[in-house]
């Protein structure tokens, strides 16, 4: 069975740079939601789509955006990154139509930021 | 609102059972139970919408006390893949676009042989 596709696996960027983090959601699922997770942390919310258009916002920095395009997958841009940003990636997608299911995570993005 | 885990910890050894209860403050409209591997990405494992639903996977059950706003997760007979932090997740309503899960603070389970 298809599963939801992060891109990259891991990542390592100096202060100030940029990077961008893409996620493919499950086919026919519409929703996407991101989510931060630091070592021995909880995943913490930031940013979820439904239908390509923003759902709910969490505590995600000013200096992050997100996007869900026309075929459904999501970028989550981050820039003037800080150390702190370091961290594990989770996109995670559903079908909010039809029956409740639970959330298929990615395998994640690790952002090291040096 | 965060769910609250407990307990932080547990070390089992092989066949012993544990369960670990999650709680809100907040009316739960859906629990949801995952495992995490070091390392990897949460693993789904059971939902559960309604007060008094119980279900099962494999040795593992989950409950939810609606009345409480309490769900516990059962794992019985033990075993070394067991193993990970489980996290519970609530959602703040029953469905839409804003089905956002909070997750607690997970626990910690480590079976030895």
């Known amino acids: 069975a298809a599963g939801v596709i992060q891109s990259p696996r891991h990542l390592i960027k100096e202060k100030r740079e940029t990077a961008t983090l893409k996620c493919y959601p499950i086919?026919?699922?519409?929703?996407v939601y991101w989510y931060q997770q630091g070592p021995g942390q909880d995943p913490q919310f930031l940013i979820s789509?439904?239908?390509?258009?923003?759902?709910d916002k969490g505590s995600i920095p000013d200096r992050f955006s997100a996007q869900q395009f026309s075929d459904y997958h999501s970028e989550l841009n981050m820039s003037s990154l800080e150390l702190g940003d370091s961290a594990l990636y989770f996109c995670?997608?559903?079908?909010?139509?039809?029956?409740?299911?639970?959330?298929?995570f990615g395998s994640g993005t690790r952002l090291t930021v040096v | 609102q965060q769910p609250v885990q407990s307990p932080q910890a547990v070390i089992l050894r092989e066949g012993e059972d544990a369960v670990i209860n999650c709680s809100s403050s907040?009316?739960?409209?859906?629990v949801h139970w995952y495992r995490q591997k070091h390392g990897e990405a949460p693993v789904f494992l059971m939902i559960?919408?309604?007060?008094?639903e119980q279900k099962g996977h494999e040795k593992i059950s989950a409950s939810f006390n609606e009345k409480k706003q309490q769900s516990s997760l059962y794992l019985t007979a033990s075993q070394l893949s067991y193993s990970g932090t489980y996290f519970c997740?609530?959602?703040?309503?029953?469905?839409?676009?804003?089905?956002?899960?909070?997750f607690g603070k997970g626990t910690l389970l480590t079976v030895n042989p």
């Open positions: 995670a997608s559903i079908s909010l139509t039809g029956a409740m299911e639970g959330y298929t």
């Open positions: 086919p026919r699922h519409d929703t």
């Open positions: 997740g609530a959602t703040p309503r029953s469905g839409g676009s804003n089905y956002k899960l909070t």
């Open positions: 559960l919408l309604k007060g008094g």
């Open positions: 789509f439904y239908e390509k258009m923003q759902s």
């Open positions: 907040k009316a739960l409209y859906s």
